[in-house]
């Protein structure tokens, strides 16, 4: 589907539904419901703008980027954002998952974001996810969005990056083996995890 070029006012008029242009948006973040033409007007400005726009875009998705991930539409946009930054504004954009990794796991739309910033940065640069979740892994893999998260970071990261995470999961595969999110995370470790990982968990899925 071809999209007409947005004017600059369709992105502020998103802008100003949300949260103030030229500040960060404030706690507790309220969603930013986007119709389907003012998403595809902000990815319009990435695609078909020139640098003016691109940056003007980037800009104002920056600063609406907690209310944006809150919302389907919204977060469909920071995923694109994502994938057509280049590194630094790639960089940019992770700083806003900084500290809000726990709220982005565990919600509906943010946790797509996040698995999205896994899959396209350098593993160094989503340490501090790692990071965020440590202590909590266990939590999260029974969580129905938050095991996501879990299974792209073993995915995308080097074992020695994720080992104190799999760790955690594995003090409770026991009861996680047989749980509906939980088990997922542990074939992941099945497949991406090192020899003795992997041994650990067939160990507690075969039957004594």
Known sequence: MLFRSPKRQEVKHVAAAGVCT?????????????????????????????????????EQITLLFRSLCATQEGSRVVQKTFELADHEEQLG?????????KEYSRCPHGNHVLQKAIELLPTEHVQFIV???????????????????????IEHCPNWQVSALI??????????????????????????????????????????
């Open 167 to 208: 760790s955690e999961v594995m003090s409770d595969a026991d009861r996680l083996c047989r749980h509906p999110f939980g088990n997922f995370v542990l074939q992941h470790i099945l497949d991406h995890g090192t020899d003795i990982q992997r041994s650990l968990v067939v160990a507690v899925m075969l039957p004594a």
């Open 22 to 58: 030229g500040r960060a948006p404030a706690a507790p973040v309220e969603s930013l419901e986007l119709r389907r033409d003012q998403a595809e007007a902000m990815v319009a400005w990435l695609t078909d703008g020139d640098a003016k726009d691109r940056s003007f875009a980037i």
């Open 93 to 101: 954009l992770a700083r806003q998952l900084d500290g809000h990794v």
């Open 131 to 153: 990071d965020e979740l440590s202590g909590r892994a266990v939590v999260t893999a029974r969580h129905k969005f938050g095991c996501r998260i879990l299974q792209r970071l």
